[in-house]
């Protein structure tokens, strides 16, 4: 009787052990699920707090550009300085970025070789693809005059629409996106290109920033010699393009928050602003820097 009783008590013992560790696994499980909702409210309440200021940022700047036109020309960041903190504010336009619609085989190639970092294989077969998805007919791109190109398919409106492209992975569309801009020409306007992307597609680290340094009347294709001539172009799209203003501010927390905006200057609305809001990006994480005067 005395073993059995004994059996019995450790047979208890075990069953609430069991239970104990039961009930423990539940409290972690809940508490780390508490902690990743903690975790996700922050950040988002970061995102409302810098949204108003980069809005702020984005229309200052597009206010700015509109009293004097001359600044909306070509590449140009500069640093404002309100409601205590520093903004970062980088102005391009559509043609000193890659637009798919009307790029040659050469650039889209070299995007996604020298800037996605594909083989030579598989960039010359996402170029057809893009080039397939936007509906290029059999003969190619044809010229209707200056750098436009007849599609069968009208081209995208939305550079996000390359993200339905066959092959294109998230992780590709993230790299190059940066770089794809509208209503520009076959190759890219050097003078409005980010120094980045001169850097990538020439080959030459620090070029983008050594022309951009150099005066406009001084600026030559003989500064692109052997660096992809044949990529890029000294004289702007003809009619003018797009402009992509870009703001970004680090937060308390050292994250970096940027907003995109594509602004069309000098056109007719329907509202008081001298400017066209064409197209606005959600807020999100700048890929790594840090927003500073000497940025």
Partial sequence: MARRHNLQQGAALILVLWLVVGMSLLVLAGARSVRQHTQVAALHSDQLRVQSTLDAAIALGAQ??????????????????????DVLLEQVSGDGLVDANVASPELL????????????????????????????????????????????????????????????????????????????????????????????????????????????????????????????????????????????????????WQRQAWLALGVGTDTIMPWKTEAVEVVQRARGGVVSPGS
């Fill in 64 to 85: 700015q550009m509109a009293a004097d036109p001359r600044k909306a020309n070509g590449y140009r960041r500069w640093h404002l300085h309100f409601a205590g903190q």
């Fill in 109 to 256: 190639q070299a995007l996604f070789e020298r800037v996605g970092g594909l083989a030579p294989g598989e960039a010359a077969l996402m170029t057809s693809a893009v080039r397939d998805f936007i509906g290029y007919d059999s003969e190619g791109s044809l010229g209707r005059g200056g750098d436009e190109a007849v599609t069968t398919r009208g081209g995208i409106s939305d550079i996000s629409e390359l993200r339905d492209v066959p092959g294109m992975t998230p992780d590709l569309y993230a790299t190059i996106s940066p770089f794809l801009g509208y209503n520009g020409q076959q190759r890219v306007n050097v003078n409005a290109a980010p120094p980045a992307l001169i850097d990538a597609l020439s080959g030459q680290p620090g070029l983008g920033e050594a022309i951009h340094a150099t005066p406009p009347a001084m600026r030559s294709e003989a500064m692109l010699s052997g660096a992809g001539q044949d990529l890029f172009a000294i004289t702007p799209a003809a009619g003018g393009s797009s402009l992509r203003l870009r703001a970004l501010v680090q937060a308390a927390d050292g994250r970096v």
